[in-house]
């Protein structure tokens, strides 16, 4: 595996300057093109679940996180309050006090459940500077962040589908989990004190892993200070395990903010809060992403998608209409002419572009692209609608396979 600290730099991805400050780094056009891409797929991987998308500003009341738990438990991690009209607020260190506040906002039935609260919302972690580095431990934070309100009775088929999703998102991004594991509370820690919560929390974690068929090993002092979790734990390119997507059944805080629902009695009820997060946070998945794959993405997720290389000055007018005609698909491309080099010299320069279009004066005459793909193959000059229609409907899929040879 690379290391994408020094990778990442080099592919123009992302970069960091002391001037913004530590653990907050920048993204240039490349790589800012990624994490559009892999934004987009969750988005729309969500919405396709019944997930409603929201946003939530990044600033509460210092009340928001009393309420919640987080300043009782977590203060630590977060940044200091910050003196604003006669009251404190406080840069966020979790979505989730801010979507249950939303759900707080209107009345809801019993019909209305599960209801999937989505956003992929900006979160702040005051990190000590010595353990920041590269994308993998920053203080500002991108998070594919999800909660479903629900009743107990849908809690275990909810968590399943969100480890489905996972499991999912995974296969289009090539990323294979070390481990899953169930994440429970260990002494010392600071825990919320309801050791019923816990149990029924776990047991219902417990009970999803098997039914979903994983292999999973129990670690104590893991888990949230609200409730267990499953965790789905990845290695790093210095062998180092970390978690990037989890599944949390939370009792708490639906009691913390007195949330409810008007069940079919009338009555009000108490929901269950389901934390998910698909892919974690955008900066540590782009940073497995760039040291799995050495900066040769799966073509979806690739900075350029099509490399257009026209053999000579009398080719570039062609070049520039597949251009435009990749533009209108959606596909990311660029032209690399004469000017760059000779051709042998510009096929190495774009190695990591997953499709080349190469474009002499035959293939000119007849609107056709000699194409070559990344992992070396070759193919003759096929008419240049029918490689785009190819590789569109590759990326579309989210494969992570170059080519389709039965299509």
């Not at 590269?134 to 991108?142: E, M, S």
Request: net charge negative; aromatic share 8%; with cysteine.
């Amino acid at each position: 595996m690379h290391d994408h600290r020094k990778l990442g730099r080099e592919l123009d991805l992302f970069d960091t300057d002391p001037l913004m400050g530590a653990g907050l780094p920048y993204w240039l056009p490349d790589g800012a093109a990624v994490r559009h891409a892999l934004e987009e797929y969750i988005r729309t991987a969500e919405r396709r679940a019944g997930y409603r998308h929201v946003y939530s500003p990044v600033l509460g009341k210092r009340e928001l996180y009393e309420i919640s738990g987080h300043w009782a438990h977590y203060s630590d991690d977060m940044f200091p309050p910050m003196d604003l009209g006669g009251e404190q607020v406080v840069l966020r260190p979790s979505l989730c006090p801010h979507h249950a506040v939303i759900y707080r906002s209107r009345s809801h039935s019993y019909r209305e459940l599960p209801l999937r609260m989505a956003e992929l919302g900006g979160m702040y972690r005051s990190e000590l500077s010595g353990v920041l580095g590269g994308l993998t431990r920053v203080r500002a934070i991108q998070l594919n962040d999800a909660h479903i309100f629900c009743t107990l009775e849908q809690v275990a088929d909810e968590a399943r589908a969100a480890l489905e999703l996972i499991r999912q998102a995974y296969r289009a991004l090539g990323i294979v989990p070390t481990r899953y594991r169930l994440s429970l509370p260990g002494p010392g820690g600071k825990y919320v004190a309801a050791p019923e919560q816990w149990q029924r929390a776990t047991a219902l974690l417990t009970e999803v892993l098997e039914r979903s068929g994983l292999e999973f090993e129990a670690a104590e002092g893991e888990a949230a200070f609200y409730g267990p979790k499953i965790d789905v734990q990845l290695t790093d390119s210095a062998g180092r395990e970390f978690t990037l997507s989890t599944v949390q059944v939370d009792f708490h805080q639906p009691e913390q903010f007195d949330l409810h629902y008007i069940g079919a009695d009338g009555a009000k009820h108490r929901p269950v809060m389901v934390h998910r997060s698909i892919i974690g946070s955008v900066e540590r998945a782009v940073a497995q992403l760039i040291e799995q794959h050495g900066g040769a993405f799966p073509a979806w997720l690739a900075p350029v998608q099509l490399a257009i290389l026209p053999v000579s000055d009398d080719e570039l007018p062609n070049a520039a209409a597949l251009l435009r005609q990749c533009d209108d698909l959606g596909l990311r491309a660029e032209v690399a002419g004469p000017e760059r080099g000779t051709l042998a010299a510009r096929i190495r320069a774009a190695r990591l572009v997953p499709y080349q279009a190469v474009i002499g004066a035959k293939e000119a005459a007849d609107d056709r692209v000699a194409l070559r793909l990344r992992d070396g193959r070759r193919f003759d000059p096929q008419p240049a609608d029918g490689v785009l229609a190819r590789i569109g409907a590759l990326v579309d899929a989210h494969s992570t396979e170059l080519w389709d040879s039965a299509a």
